[in-house]
């Protein structure tokens, strides 16, 4: 089937504060989501609830087909959804290699196979000649690639990414942005949040449009843009580049 | 009945002290996150201090803590400096086993030094007693459960009346801000760990008359320092301070009710389940 | 707590871990120091060895969960109890043999562990520390009330131990060298474990839930039993450790086996050599026994041959320090977290890698931009 994730009627509730609320897609194969929204819109909230960091308040998580709300996030990185973080978390005193290959091993035991499919992937973000650093060593932009080519590793089938261009300089951001269209090209599904407008409009098949925890707006980049809710909920908020 | 009457009321009464064991504690750790396993060793630092001035210059505890409270601000403060102060910035558990060593520092040193008999410290009033209505007061305990209570005051109008005392609550609530407002952070600290420091030594002065001082009584005090902190919230002044009562009381009820030998047994139980259960205190109040 | 992936390490390889050659190598110098008591006779120098042997035990079984899961620990005495007083037990009881015992000691052990992790894993950081010296406390405390089952205060001793019955001959353990041999295979075998955990999968799975919980979870690593599985390794290992220390100094009450010393010096160990490494127990064991031994036991630098029995270094010792062996860890703990937190072996490390610097021509190394 080509609807790879449906988020239905999604809340999450922290006391009295409702970080989510009412929140429903669906996102098709292969496609490019971007989810963008003001600072506090619950996006990053969205990503935990639909990888189990913790569970939603209110909803539901279908992914393939299969209800996942509640499961740990390791039981649905098995199941193909990966994220990565707004804060870069690397495994800081492991080397390079050694961070991709966590995310190998879980699909495989073998550290041979696990060393090879994490070589591959730090191809893919042409870090391989960095493969022997400590991973806490880096600068800001290739730990953020590092932490792309480990969710990689874990073969998964539709990818979050968190603003995985914050902090990064035009040419690292570029750098990212074709990553993201080749990864379309191998077959994977990804929802993107970002603030760089320019990176959204040229990436995505499709937007979400959060502000203030609800869904405010759907559709593609152009309906989004001409939007005049979305447009007044960023009014105030500085016009990125 | 009168036995539950007596039993509670001395609960309380020591609950004082592990009120102060623990707001001493529960300021560290506010202001600078740093958890404090040397907690109880300052505390038999006062200990020792005051059985000193007791037995070589002849003062009476309630009088020498005129001098013990500020020697320790001043020990403290030049702990803080010298070892604690380098290590803000590492790994938790780093901070945790730098304090235990501190600590075994502190109480092997004065087993070096005054060898681990026992020493005690008898005042005219150390086994006289009040009678409330039927039920025997310790004397020095309540002068204690007294003088805490003007001493929890005074913090407590410290903490909310005063320039210096409200710097302390502002790096304890957001140090970055603190910092940002012209508040130095660094002085701020130092003074934490005196003022926890002198809290404990504090408490050390004030269960001297009651207790056997030797090195090693430090330990058990500081893991009841921590139940009181975790139960009060970590952090909260007000927390640890009713914190310090419950678990007093705790002791003293499992003492009578359950056995002797086990009341530290189920003070530690009731530790885990707070912990796994409101780990937040019961106030709900932790900085964690 | 501060958001410490933020600062950055030095932009240095990292450490390959223990090669194949280095296990040849290992191997090797375990079956050199096997030889010793063969050449050496004198009882104290065995008893050093024998003390460094369980001290390599202790700490490289408390390395799999401290320095390799990130768990640390500082209630490792519940385990080492655990195995000291089952063993004990079962023989002066119940006259079952110690080898049997300790089988019976580490599945104990293990069970505990379940246990112990259930409750204490879903606590972090300075709460988890906090709960598992809870619960080695809980634990000396009932040992110390509950005298029907473990006889209190008053300890076991040891009564003696029935030889061990091979197809060739019987071992007496009589004397030193049948411990030396003994400690000599449990050290051996728990730094092989070490190794074989730091060469495989769990050993990754290990280092990354210590590195970064969250994220190791959501990159399919199930937490709550790979936790378990160090902890029930760590805990077996130290009550192996525990049992056999039991026999050898022939008496066991609450406060030695169960007490915060026996959880500070496995986490001592560690952090002295150079925690989540191979060589680190080893380093921190050899410093540390060599240093508490020496002052609780200053007549063992005589047979040396350093200093004569009755010298004044020695009586100078026997005098004023035979105790000071735990002021010592004080002092060396402070002093490493101050100045040098990856221990011994990260010193040596960062020694080796500044004069190879200083020796290559090249470029220095820049500072990363952030």
């Known amino acids: ?241 | 009945m009168t036995v539950f009457l007596q039993s509670t009321l001395s609960g309380i009464l020591v609950g004082g002290v592990y009120a102060l064991i623990g707001v001493g504690l529960t300021m560290i750790f506010g202001v600078m996150r740093v958890i404090n396993f040397a907690h109880g060793d300052l505390l038999m630092v006062g200990m020792y201090l005051t059985w000193g001035l007791f037995t070589w210059l002849g003062l009476d505890p309630y009088v020498s803590l005129l001098i013990t409270a500020p020697a320790m601000v001043v020990f403290g403060a030049l702990l803080q400096k010298v070892f604690i102060n380098r290590v803000l910035n590492a790994l938790p558990q780093n901070q945790i086993l730098l304090t235990i060593g501190l600590g075994l520092i502190m109480s092997n040193g004065m087993m070096l030094v005054f060898t681990s008999d026992y020493r005690i410290l008898t005042t005219s009033y150390s086994s006289s007693s009040f009678m409330l209505g039927g039920i025997s007061v310790s004397q020095p305990l309540l002068y204690s459960f007294l003088v805490t209570v003007l001493i929890t005051v005074a913090l407590f109008l410290f903490l909310q009346r005063t320039d210096t005392g409200q710097a302390i609550r502002a790096t304890a609530q957001d140090r970055e801000a603190a910092q940002l407002m012209g508040i130095n952070v660094t002085r701020m600290s130092v003074l934490a760990f005196g003022l926890g420091t002198a809290l404990a030594g504090t408490a050390g002065a004030l269960l001297a008359p009651t207790y056997y001082i030797f090195p090693q009584v430090g330990g058990p005090f500081t893991l009841k320092a921590f139940v009181v902190v975790v139960l009060g919230g970590m952090g909260s002044v007000v927390g640890a301070t009713l914190g310090g009562v419950l678990i007093g009381l705790t002791e003293s009820l499992a003492a009578v009710y359950v056995a002797s030998g086990l009341k530290e047994l189920v003070v530690y139980v009731a530790f885990l389940l707070v912990l796994l259960f409101k780990p937040s205190g019961l106030l709900g109040k932790s900085r964690m | 707590m501060g958001d410490r992936s933020g600062a950055l390490l030095p932009r240095a390889r990292a450490p390959r871990g223990f090669s194949l050659a280095s296990l040849v190598a290992l191997v090797a110098l375990v079956l050199v120091v096997a030889l010793i008591p063969q050449v050496i006779k004198k009882p104290l120098i065995l008893h050093m060895w024998i003390m460094v042997f369980l001290a390599v035990a202790q700490g490289a079984a408390w390395n799999l969960i401290g320095g390799y899961a990130g768990q640390y620990s500082v209630g490792h005495a519940a385990y080492f109890g655990m195995g000291a007083y089952t063993t004990m037990l079962l023989l002066e009881q119940h006259q079952i043999a110690p080898w049997f015992g300790l089988g019976l000691s580490v599945l104990n052990a293990v069970l505990l562990s379940t246990i112990i992790g259930s409750i204490t894993f879903r606590l972090r950081g300075p709460y988890f520390v906090l709960a598992s010296i809870a619960v080695a406390e809980i634990l000396r405390l009932g040992a110390l009330h509950f005298k029907d089952y473990t006889r209190g205060a008053e300890g076991i001793l040891l009564s003696g131990i029935p030889p061990l019955e091979t197809p060739w001959f019987a071992i007496r353990f009589v004397g030193k060298v049948p411990f030396y041999y003994a400690s000599l295979l449990l050290a051996g075998g728990v730094v092989l474990a070490n190794w074989i955990v730091q060469r495989t999968k769990l050993g990754y799975y290990f280092q990354a839930i210590r590195e970064d919980q969250d994220a190791a979870h959501s990159l399919g690593i199930n937490l709550t039993l790979h936790k378990n599985v160090a902890l029930a390794l760590s805990a077996a290992f130290t009550a192996a450790t525990g049992a056999l220390f039991a026999l050898y100094v022939r008496f066991i009450d609450p406060n030695i086996v169960l007490g915060i010393d026996v959880s500070v010096q496995a986490v001592l160990i560690c952090i002295i050599g150079g925690i989540g490494t191979i060589p680190g127990p080893v380093v921190g064991s050899i410093v540390l026994v060599l240093l508490s031994e020496t002052l609780r036991n200053p007549k063992w630098l005589a047979q040396l041959g350093i200093v004569g029995y009755d010298s004044a270094p020695v009586a100078f010792i026997e005098a004023h320090f035979s105790n000071a062996h735990m002021l010592i860890y004080g002092i060396l703990v402070v002093l490493v977290i101050e100045y040098a937190p990856d221990g011994i072996l990260g010193l040596s490390r960062t020694a080796w890698n500044r004069w190879r610097r200083a020796r290559r021509p090249e470029a220095p190394s820049q500072p990363s931009a952030a």
């Open chain 1, 1 to 241: 089937m080509s609807c790879i994730l449906e988020l239905k009627h999604v809340s999450k509730f922290f006391g009295g504060l409702a970080a989510n609320s009412d929140v429903s897609f669906e996102v098709q194969r292969e496609m490019i989501l971007g989810l963008i929204g003001p600072n506090g819109a619950g996006k990053t909230t969205l990503f935990n609830c639909m990888t189990g960091y913790y569970p939603p308040s209110k909803g539901e998580v279908n992914l393939k087909g299969v209800r996942i709300n509640g499961l740990q996030p390791n039981a649905v990185c098995r199941l193909g959804m990966v994220r990565t973080w707004q804060k870069v978390r690397p495994l800081a005193k492991m080397s390079v290699l050694d961070n991709v290959m966590v995310g190998a091993l879980a699909r495989t035991n073998s550290l041979r196979v696990a060393r090879q499919v994490a070589f591959e992937q730090l191809k893919i973000v042409r870090m391989e000649a960095k493969a022997d650093l400590l991973a806490g060593g880096l600068p800001i932009g290739e730990r953020k690639k590092l932490e792309v080519a480990r969710v990689l590793a874990t073969k998964p089938e539709l990818l979050l990414l968190d603003e995985v261009m914050g902090g990064l300089n035009p040419t690292e951001s570029e750098e990212i942005i074709q990553l993201i269209l080749e990864l379309k090209k191998l077959g994977l599904t990804q929802i993107v949040i970002e603030h760089d407008m320019k990176a959204i409009m040229r990436l995505s098949d499709r937007i979400v449009v959060l502000n203030s925890g609800e869904k405010l707006a759907e559709g593609s980049p152009q309906e989004v843009a001409n939007n005049p809710d979305v447009v007044a909920a960023y009014l105030g908020e500085a016009a990125d580049a």
